[in-house]
Nanobody, 125 residues
Framework: QVQLVESGGGLVQAGGSLRLSCAAS????????MAWFRQVPGKEREFVAS????????DYASSVKGRFFLFRDNAKNAVYLQMNSLIPEDTAVYFC??????????????????WGQGTQVPVSA
């Protein structure tokens, strides 16, 4: 089992920045892909960013590319999502996810087996 705990969410003004953290514990998979997804009430969960097990490869949704940056620290079993130039449309609950059988990046939620509880990111206009 892997436990994922997100932190760093909170209210931020448009144009501001926020860094989300995801700490993994338990039977960690430091060499497997991890990702962030987000969800707005009433809408489907959407892919935000993913990072390969090595940390070399990353992939981003077009809506956040150039504004969000994902990196990991395998020594700490953690991933970090740096979010810059936030806009109200980024408002959502953000979820961290970890895969067990995938080492490269993936935009599909079914590739990830473990999920955090989510952290809210409201962006005010």
């Amino acid at each position: 089992q892997v436990q994922l705990v997100e932190s760093g969410g909170g209210l931020v003004q448009a144009g501001g920045s926020l860094r989300l953290s995801c700490a993994a514990s338990g039977r960690t998979y430091s060499r497997n892909a991890m990702a962030w997804f987000r969800q707005v009430p009433g809408k489907e969960r959407e892919f935000v960013a993913s990072i390969s097990g090595s940390g070399i490869a990353t992939d981003y949704a077009s809506s956040v590319k150039g504004r969000f940056f994902l990196f990991r620290d395998n020594a700490k079993n953690a991933v970090y999502l740096q979010m810059n130039s936030l806009i109200p449309e980024d408002t959502a609950v953000y979820f961290c996810a970890a895969g067990t059988d995938v080492t490269s990046t993936s935009t599909f939620d079914y590739d990830y087996d473990y999920w955090g509880q989510g952290t809210q990111v409201p962006v005010s206009a």
